[in-house]
């Protein structure tokens, strides 16, 4: 069993939560986790990179000149890679680089991430965040109040615009929503704060 601190805004204990790994899977996978992460950087390149070709560029595909008697060296057509304008010999075409797991498999893999965490002492929970107003200094003070000072992943049980807009201007806080979170975003993120209502809903769903 794992026991959780669950914080109020100005970082003072006014519950606990006890977790049992059995719910997340029992241990950290590690090459499940790996091959997670790997396929979340895969699915966020865009792989949008492309060159012409010699077949794509402009220009006639006849020879410039005969191939002897001019004293010249033997060229091509004006399209080839060795001229300037030309096409490019190895010309790079645009393609996907997406991987997919399957649903469990993903489950599975947010499971072992969130585990790590805990395991680290790097899952925070809070009572309640909401605001009232967009204020990012207020936000920023909870973080700082949290002992929250480098990257970390906020996880709200549902979308509150006060706080997305609040926070968005700090570097390295990202906010998404408990049925977004996976382990790619987990395993960036140095800190994962969760709410109360988020973590416990998680947990429900896990067990489920």
Same mark, same amino acid.
């Given at each position: 069993?794992?026991?959780?601190?669950?914080? +109020?805004?100005?970082?003072?204990?006014?519950?606990?939560?006890?977790?049992?790994?059995?719910?997340?899977?029992?241990?950290?996978?590690?090459?499940?986790?790996?091959?997670?992460?790997?396929? =979340?950087?895969?699915?966020?390149?865009?792989?949008?990179?492309?060159?012409?070709?010699?077949?794509?560029?402009?220009?006639?595909?006849?020879?410039?000149?005969?191939?002897?008697?001019?004293?010249?060296?033997?060229?091509?057509?004006? &399209?080839?890679?060795? &001229?300037?304008?030309?096409?490019?010999?190895?010309?790079?075409?645009?393609?996907?680089? &997406?991987?997919?797991?399957?649903?469990?498999?993903?489950?599975?893999?947010?499971?072992?991430?969130?585990?790590?965490?805990?395991?680290?002492?790097?899952?925070?929970?809070?009572? +309640?965040?909401?605001?009232?107003?967009?204020?990012?200094? +207020?936000?920023?003070?909870?973080?700082?109040?949290?002992?929250?000072?480098?990257?970390?992943?906020?996880?709200?049980?549902?979308?509150?615009?006060?706080? =997305?807009?609040?926070?968005?201007?700090?570097?390295?806080?990202?906010?998404?929503?408990?049925?977004?979170?996976?382990?790619?975003?987990?395993?960036?993120?140095?800190?994962?704060?969760?709410? &109360?209502?988020?973590?416990?809903?998680?947990?429900?769903?896990?067990?489920?």
């Amino acid at each position: 069993m794992i026991t959780v601190a669950v914080l +109020d805004k100005t970082g003072k204990e006014v519950d606990s939560l006890t977790v049992d790994e059995a719910v997340l899977g029992g241990c950290v996978r590690l090459p499940l986790l790996k091959q997670a992460i790997v396929m =979340y950087h895969a699915n966020k390149h865009i792989g949008t990179a492309a060159t012409k070709s010699r077949g794509m560029v402009d220009g006639s595909t006849r020879k410039i000149y005969r191939q002897k008697g001019t004293g010249n060296a033997r060229m091509g057509n004006v &399209r080839t890679n060795v &001229r300037r304008g030309g096409g490019v010999a190895f010309a790079k075409v645009a393609r996907s680089t &997406r991987k997919d797991m399957p649903k469990k498999q993903r489950v599975l893999a947010m499971k072992s991430a969130l585990l790590s965490k805990l395991l680290s002492g790097s899952v925070v929970i809070i009572d +309640d965040i909401k605001m009232d107003a967009v204020k990012t200094k +207020d936000f920023a003070s909870i973080l700082n109040n949290l002992k929250i000072d480098r990257s970390c992943l906020v996880t709200t049980g549902d979308f509150d615009r006060n706080i =997305y807009l609040s926070a968005r201007n700090i570097p390295k806080i990202d906010v998404i929503r408990v049925e977004q979170i996976n382990a790619g975003d987990i395993c960036l993120k140095q800190k994962v704060l969760f709410t &109360r209502q988020a973590f416990e809903s998680l947990l429900n769903v896990e067990k489920n």
